[in-house]
């Protein structure tokens, strides 16, 4: 996961705002950043410097390596089979995509999706 996608994970978690963490890092150690970098570095335009990240990481309460690899797999609740499920399902035209449903469905024990609109 990218940082700045684990960025506003952390974020919306936390409720911070973007003013919140712009006005907190220098009481963190942090040279100043303002509402637009911080914002920026939520989008993903800019990454922040390691003095920033540091503080990002005491802000968000997390250890400032996983703002950069391994939060991401504590943050989505999602394993890598279900990623790699998902990733095939939509490599698939709608009428696999129907029939997979239907046969998930039944091995589950669950009722089988209504067809959507265009299946054949």
Do not use: C, F, H
């Not at 990733?87 to 449903?101: E, K």
């Amino acid at each position: 996961m990218s940082i700045d996608t684990t960025l506003r994970l952390l974020t919306k978690a936390s409720g911070l705002s973007v003013t919140d963490i712009a006005t907190a890092l220098p009481s963190l150690g942090s040279a100043r950043a303002g509402v637009n970098t911080v914002s920026a570095w939520l989008k993903g335009e800019k990454l922040p410097g390691k003095e920033q990240l540091d503080a990002l990481a005491r802000l968000l309460g997390v250890p400032a390596s996983a703002l950069l690899n391994e939060l991401s797999s504590t943050i989505d609740p999602r394993s890598k089979d279900e990623i790699d499920l998902v990733t095939s399902y939509r490599a698939l035209d709608n009428r696999q995509q129907v029939a997979l449903l239907e046969l998930a469905a039944a091995m589950s024990g669950r009722r089988a999706p209504r067809k959507r609109k265009g299946n054949a």
